[in-house]
C-alpha cells in the first residue's frame, strides 16, 4: 500500500517530469502500465485500486464498468481539473479508511 501512495505523492509532486501535464488520463495510464510492470515481474496485484474503485462508485452513486479515473473525468470540467479532483478524493478515501493503510 504504502508503495502506491508513495508513487501517487512522487507523481503529484513532479507530474511533468514523469506524464508530461496535469493530466488525470495522463496519470491513470501511467499507473495501469506500473500494475502491469509489477503484476509481469513480481507476480502481484496492486489491489489498491479496486477499493479506490468501489468507493469512487459509491461517492457518486454510479454502478458502471467504467474505471475511477473515467468517472472523475465526467465529473470534472478538464482533464487538469480531474488530476486534482483525484488527489482531493484520494485524500477523502484514505482519512475515511485509516485501517485500510495499516492492513495492507
Do not use: H, V
Not at 72 to 95: G, V, W
Request: charged share 25%; hydrophobic share 40%; glycine share 2%.
Amino acid at each position: 500500500m504504502n508503495e502506491i501512495l508513495d508513487l501517487l505523492k512522487l507523481l503529484k509532486q513532479n507530474y511533468l517530469m514523469f506524464i508530461g501535464a496535469k493530466s488525470l488520463n495522463r496519470l491513470a495510464m501511467f499507473i495501469s502500465g506500473y500494475a502491469y510492470c509489477i503484476y509481469k515481474n513480481e507476480g502481484r496485484e496492486l489491489c489498491f485500486f479496486r477499493e479506490f474503485q468501489k468507493y469512487i462508485q459509491n461517492k457518486y452513486n454510479i454502478q458502471t464498468s467504467q474505471n475511477w479515473s473515467r468517472i472523475i473525468c465526467f465529473f470534472s470540467r478538464t482533464d487538469e481539473e480531474a488530476f486534482d479532483n483525484f488527489y482531493k478524493l484520494l485524500d477523502e478515501f484514505l482519512k475515511n479508511n485509516p485501517d485500510y493503510i495499516k492492513n495492507k
